[in-house]
T-cell receptor
Framework: NAGVMQNPRHLVRRRGQEARLRCSPM?????VYWYRQLPEEGLKFMVY????????ESGMPKERFSAEFPKEGPSILRIQQVVRGDSAAYFC??????????????FGPGTRLTVL | DAKTTQPPSMDCAEGRAANLPCNHS???????VYWYRQIHSQGPQYIIH???NNETNEMASLIITEDRKSSTLILPHATLRDTAVYYC?????????????FGKGTLLTVNP
């Protein structure tokens, strides 16, 4: 009964490099959500994906950030040309159906990105 | 979504019940009350949710007032491992509401 898995758990990048964060949803879940938690702040929604589709990316910065959830394999959050302000914990959640009401989002352990 | 109000912090003695309140006076009829917690440096953990009836699971009980304007999360026998920030979130049922909005929550400290 594996939960949501994220890797790596910790990622260190220098300014200008790319960061790739992976999320494997719970078995049978086809809905994935990414949230970001800046230091000393609450989690903020970034993007919602279903298999091969981006449903809502309204919380994602318009530049340098992208997300995908291919038919096969994990969901990927990609940050190009990282800057120090990208340092944060990035959490992935998954749900069986579209969340809201009686469905529930289950979170992974997060990836802590540090930009030097 | 309805706004929620929680006390910023609470203390509880180990082994005693922890009662965490949440006000959501503008909640509408199709909005659920969800509770999550975040133990330091970990991902948020789902605890329980409800619409209007009281709910209980292996982790906690959720008591929702009859007018649904407030609720209480009850951890019946708090342990040191229950020290965490607890978030009360109101979420609309329906296809477009999936953005969990995490406020500041309540920092529950369980003391030995």
């Amino acid at each position: 009964n594996a939960g949501v898995m994220q890797n790596p758990r910790h990622l260190v990048r220098r300014r200008g490099q790319e960061a790739r964060l992976r999320c494997s949803p719970m078995k049978g879940h086809s809905h994935v959500y990414w949230y970001r938690q800046l230091p000393e702040e609450g989690l903020k929604f970034m993007v919602y994906l279903q298999k091969e589709n981006i449903i809502d990316e309204s919380g994602m910065p318009k530049e340098r950030f992208s997300a995908e959830f291919p038919k096969e394999g994990p969901s990927i959050l990609r940050i190009q040309q990282v800057v120090r302000g990208d340092s944060a914990a990035y959490f992935c959640a998954s749900s069986l159906e579209a969340a809201g009401g009686t469905d529930t989002q289950y979170f992974g352990p997060g990836t802590r990105l540090t930009v030097l | 979504d309805a706004k929620t109000t929680q006390p910023p912090s609470m203390d509880c003695a180990e082994g005693r019940a922890a009662n965490l309140p949440c006000n959501h006076s503008t909640i509408s009829g199709n909005e659920y009350v969800y509770w999550y917690r975040q133990i330091h440096s970990q991902g948020p953990q789902y605890i329980i949710h409800g619409l209007k009836n009281n709910e209980t699971n292996e982790m906690a009980s959720l008591i929702i007032t009859e007018d649904r304007k407030s609720s209480t999360l009850i951890l019946p026998h708090a342990t040191l491992r229950d020290t965490a920030v607890y978030y009360c979130i109101v979420m609309n049922s329906g296809g477009s509401n999936y953005k969990l909005t995490f406020g500041k929550g309540t920092l529950l400290t369980v003391n030995p």
